[in-house]
């Protein structure tokens, strides 16, 4: 799939392919076109050439609310107009609100996720009370619930993260990828766009590197994250020890 | 694709309250003005024709066009500020009273010059001033592409500009309008709704009624459009669709409105700042809200214009704009402090 942007690339020819139950990581300079990349595979804009599809039909098939059942989508900047509380920023979310109905109760539903979040204590602040972070918790918090199934994920559910822990601290980083990782092995597809290699070897199952608009490499983090690739794509002498995976660039 | 719609409890009981209160200012209505009509006759069937004429012909209908004028300007004022996602967003700010005025004060000035045979009557001036905001939805229409293009900053740009030729085409008319046109034009500039009869406001509250829940309808949406539009669009909201219908309803109600009332100012921008106020922003909350209080304040402010100085009309238009535009200011204030 290719994407043309001012009679440019902005992406040539990306071929990759996100599973169920499995987390790929993408990761590059800035400008590399992983944004846009997650833009492309979110519906927003259209592939120049080539094809995204979601199961077996292409993309354009869907219609917004299929698509909306299908995958989430955090993008890196939220500004929400009024002031509205955490809780009612999460249901925003619960978009597929018949289905969840049918077994638990709605504000459950929220209660469970606001758990997972730690978020339960502020569920009904104002979310401009919050710090960046939190803020940014809460819209994960929001993703998730428009995909999230209890026990394990029956329908195939995706979900794209454009740099979800840019703004939190370590410990909440770790966190919140760790229970992200926890869905994943229930069942859920995530395509997460990471700057931190560590984290990324850590946690992915699949890595994924743009730079330029084209793919440099991708499979697994041990193939994709040596220091001869990451040297060259970041212009930066890097070194990767193994076992346990180190990335290090002093 | 079915949304889940929340209301607190907290935010029932507002609605509750405000619904009792429309419905007091409702009653108030009708008894008090330069004509007082007794309650207690009146249920004991004792009240003098004239009374009953009064009340079914007269204050009836007037009272019955306050309520829904309001209810008109409050929702629309609600639905624009989330669809715009700003707060001071109005249906003045795209064009459209400016629109339906232009109208309205050519057929003021110009009575029936043109087609002399066609009796048009009283039909005239509301006729007219539907055109005007009619063509001035389409003018938005088409230089939006469908109210797509470019987003929200283009199209209250665009209003200000129609608003700007709008005022240009007023102030042409009121300088060649004879002493007696002039009086009736500016009555109807500063908004009034004396001119209410029961042929007039029929098709008027159909119109409203239809577009209120149309709007209602897309209550749910308006919330996730707060979240930005492409965000809105990944959660499954059409969000063209949304914004052609919420355009349209309030183009075409407050078209309506304004063909028979005239110029109400501040009710539509004061409003929904009130009801978010008090119970959050919500739209499924907020929508019922802005209208139910827009009712209500605009009853009351019509009762106010009627009783002050007796058997004379204040424009209610004016008692509008003057609680109206301090309270505007202070928002102002306050927005810039936070």
Known sequence: MSFIRNSKFALRNINLTVNEGEILAIVGPNGSGKSTLMSLLAGDIRPTGGRIDYGDMPLETWDLSERADYRSMMSQQHIVAYDFTVREIIEMGIVHAQEIMKDRSYSSVVDIIAEMFELTNVLDHSIRSLSGGGQQRVHFARALAQVWQKDSYKDPKFMLLDEPTSNLDLAHEVKTLSLLRNEVRKGLGVLVILHDLNLTAHFADKVAILKNGELVDHGSADEVLTSEILSSVYNLSINVSHEPLRITHF | MRYYKHLKPRQITILIILGVVSVVAFILSLIFGSFSIPVLKLLSGNATPLQIEILSQIRGPRVILTIFVGAALGISGAALQGLFRNPLADPGLIGVSAGAALGAVLAIIFPLNVLPEIALGVYAVPLSATVGSGVVIALLFFLTRGFTQAGITYMLLVGIAVNALATVGIGL??????????????????????????????????????????????????????????????????????????????????????????????????????????????????????????????????????????????????????????????????LKKS
């Open chain 2, 173 to 334: 008319l009121t300088f060649i309008s004879t002493d007696s046109q002039l009086r009736g034009l500016t009555f109807w500039l500063m908004g009034s709704f004396g001119g209410a009869r029961w042929s007039l406001i029929i098709p008027v509250i159909f119109i409203i009624s239809l577009s209120i829940s149309f709007m209602l309808a897309y209550s749910r949406r308006l919330d996730l459009i707060q979240l930005g539009e492409s965000e809105a669009r990944r959660l499954g909201v059409n969000v063209r669709r949304v914004k052609i219908i919420i355009i349209l309803s309030a183009a075409f109600m407050i078209g309506a409105s304004v063909s028979l009332s005239g110029i109400i100012g501040f009710v539509g921008l004061v409003v929904p700042h009130l009801v978010r106020l008090i119970g959050g922003p919500n739209h499924t909350y907020l929508l019922a809200g802005s209208a139910l209080l827009g009712s209500g304040i605009m009853v009351l402010a019509d009762l106010t214009s009627r009783i002050v100085i007796q058997p004379a009309e204040l424009p209610v238009g004016l008692a509008t704009s003057a609680l109206g535009a301090p309270f505007f200011l202070w928002l102002v204030l306050r």
